[in-house]
T-cell receptor
Framework: DQQVKQNSPSLSVQEGRISILNCDYT??????FLWYKKYPAEGPTFLIS?????DKNEDGRFTVFLNKSAKHLSLHIVPSQPGDSAVYFC??????????????FGTGTRLTVIP | DGGITQSPKYLFRKEGQNVTLSCEQN?????MYWYRQDPGQGLRLIYY???????QKGDIAEGYSVSREKKESFPLTVTSAQKNPTAFYLC???????????FGPGTRLTVL
């Protein structure tokens, strides 16, 4: 059963506009969430994370929003650039206080930024 | 340069053969992980190790084995018992057992 879901397999956005990538999760024990960016045939690159004690974390053009009641998080990229074109994975981990750091990944959203 | 290296980038093996994928990190990270990615799917955890000489099974450990004799190295053996070994394999590490995971470039294994 997929505990982390990215329901949009692809997204196209015009350069300079906002990209919003969405992620839903089912396990209420998840307390740490991450976004990774991945190019074909390469390993994922860590982008930004958020702890469950926060509802927003910002790093430059990237902002992650967490809505715990809805079990939903989103990644906003503003402004979008052609170099942002990649597959974005949402990941979640739980039980961090017990030392477990298993990441559960969504299936990814392919973002295409059109120049 | 600090980082995670995986070798080789592409690997071919005949059905029924065991093959070992290399993962090395010079980040002084305690924890290391192995994932596989299949087309259209997210990454799934095979094995992880929080300290040297210790490792645990992930969600899809059947047909795989690992060792962690050194902090820097976490090789993964894909055995002939793995029914569908063709995939993209990713190694990751984190400074602690709860730290952010950083990934290597991956190894694409194809079974002929």
């Amino acid at each position: 059963d997929q505990q982390v879901k990215q329901n949009s397999p692809s997204l196209s956005v015009q350069e300079g506009r906002i990209s919003i990538l969405n992620c839903d999760y089912t396990n209420s024990m998840f307390d740490y969430f991450l976004w990774y960016k991945k190019y074909p045939a390469e390993g994922p690159t860590f982008l930004i994370s958020i702890s469950s004690i926060k509802d927003k974390n910002e790093d430059g053009r990237f902002t992650v929003f967490l809505n715990k009641s809805a079990k939903h998080l989103s990644l906003h990229i503003v402004p979008s650039q052609p170099g942002d074109s990649a597959v974005y994975f949402c990941a979640a981990s739980g039980n961090r206080q017990t030392g477990a750091n298993n990441l559960f990944f969504g299936t990814g959203t392919r973002l295409t930024v059109i120049p | 340069d600090g980082g995670i290296t995986q070798s080789p980038k592409y690997l071919f093996r005949k059905e029924g053969q065991n093959v070992t994928l290399s993962c090395e990190q010079n980040l002084n990270h305690d924890a290391m992980y192995w994932y596989r990615q299949d087309p259209g799917q997210g990454l799934r955890l095979i094995y992880y190790s929080q300290i040297v000489n210790d490792f645990q099974k992930g969600d899809i450990a059947e047909g795989y084995s690992v060792s962690r004799e050194k902090k820097e190295s976490f090789p993964l053996t894909v055995t002939s018992a793995q029914k569908n070994p063709t995939a993209f394999y990713l190694c990751a590490s984190s400074s602690t057992s709860v730290g952010t995971q950083y990934f290597g470039p991956g190894t694409r294994l194809t079974v002929l």
